[in-house]
């Protein structure tokens, strides 16, 4: 009796694990499938996104590379890894976009207003992510392996985004100068050199002041995935004529819905400009910024799946719940009149030269200690 007890469950195990296998096959199918949906139904540019956008997903879930999280390793204890990985990232990125961008000026760069709102809206931005634990890309990419908190953010992020876009108008007045777009006045070699060296000292910094505790990333993997993601960045501004964003795509699906439940958007100073009203009435694939949102969703799901980490158990209380859908809502609201999060403004807007990067950087870094202060008030980990 005994004997047929311990017997029993062998033959179990070969079928879980070839199940385990089979599902992340599965997923890329999908994927692919998806590749041969889109471009059947809105061309082959946005076919080429979704894989673009499948690509974005898969490196930052299988690298885990988090801007938030960079951020706040380095803050709490001086783990440089993340924010160098970043720094990589962009200036492989910036090599490639700059002299793109001097050469075809149909390309568009990630040009932001220097504006009061740039300044608000990105400091609070970084408090924000904190509590979050994710940016525009993290919430995303974590919603799309599964992550239960991240999964309630995204919607609340949505409804943010769509607020934050109808409001940029009444934001723009408080003051605001125009783009400074670095390559257009410097040219790309000045631009280059200029933010190169601006990267490479920050780096400088960041890794003097390292600690002496082991990174939360080891190996390779990181740096591999921070070219990888440089490379395809740069793909998306050829092949989309305009760099790598997430929340314009999030605020587009927000309007959308509302405008599903029969609310006119016609009358919005935003929402109802002729170019938006021609993306609200548009097909959602054929928005450049949506069809990369949706494939980097299930491009991460993809890759937790294969490495076995979709769908992570997250324990927190109501307070941290509650905490982190409102902070999803701010975080929405304050990239929509910052003009990006830290892909739209700080990786995009650096990488294509754009003096508004590097202000929202600075200003949402300064944000960030503000909010790993309140997330370690509300009990949250590192």
């Known amino acids: 009796m005994a004997g047929a007890l311990t017997a029993a469950p062998a033959p179990t195990a070969p079928a879980a694990t070839g199940g385990a296998r089979l599902v992340p096959g599965l997923l890329l199918a999908c994927g692919l499938a998806g590749f041969a949906a889109v471009t059947w139904l809105v061309g082959w540019r946005q076919g080429f996104l979704w894989l673009i956008g ?6 930052l879930s ?65 408090a924000a992510m904190q509590v979050a634990d994710g940016c525009g890309s993290g919430t995303l990419y974590k919603a799309g392996l599964g992550h239960p908190i991240s999964l309630a953010v995204l919607p609340a992020f ?24 670095l390559v257009q006045r410097f040219g790309a070699g000045a631009t280059l050199a200029m933010q ?19 990174s939360r990333w080891r190996g390779g993997t990181i740096w591999w995935a921070a070219i990888g993601l440089a ?29 599903a439940l029969g609310v006119d958007l016609s009358g919005n100073a935003y929402w109802g400009l002729p170019a938006q009203q021609a993306q609200l009435h548009s097909s959602l694939l054929a928005d450049n910024t949506s069809i990369t949102d949706l494939g980097l969703f299930l491009g991460a799901l993809i890759a937790a799946t294969r490495k076995r980490k979709a769908c992570p158990s997250v324990p927190a209380t109501r307070r941290q719940w509650i905490a982190s859908i409102v902070a ?14 830290n892909i739209g403004a700080y990786f995009s807007g650096i990488a294509t030269g754009s003096l508004h990067g590097w202000i929202w950087f600075g200003c949402a870094f300064a944000g960030s200690l503000v909010g790993v202060r309140l997330r370690h008030g509300l009990g949250m980990r590192d």
């Not at 499948?54 to 490196?59: A, E, F, I, R, T």
């Open 196 to 214: 190169l060296g601006a990267l490479g000292l920050l780096g400088a910094i960041v890794w003097r002041f390292r600690g002496n505790q082991p």
């Open 328 to 341: 999803g809502v701010v975080l929405g609201y304050t990239s929509r009149i910052a003009f990006g999060c």
């Open 158 to 181: 949505v409804i943010g985004s769509f607020l934050g876009a109808a409001q940029i108008p009444a934001w723009l007045a408080l003051g605001a100068l125009p783009p400074v777009d």
């Open 54 to 59: 499948l690509g974005y997903g898969m490196l």
């Open 231 to 259: 490379l395809l960045a740069a793909a998306n501004l050829v092949v989309g004529g305009q760099p790598w964003g997430i929340v314009y795509g999030l605020g587009l699906w927000g309007a959308k819905i509302v405008q």
């Open 62 to 126: 299988a690298a885990a590379f988090g801007f938030t999280t960079g951020w706040r390793v380095w803050i709490t204890r001086r783990d440089p890894v993340g924010i160098l990985a970043q720094f990589l990232a962009i200036a492989v990125a910036m090599l490639l976009s700059v002299p793109l961008l001097a050469a075809h000026p149909e390309l568009e760069g990630a040009d932001g207003p220097l504006s009061i709102s740039l300044l608000v809206g990105s400091f609070v931005f970084g």
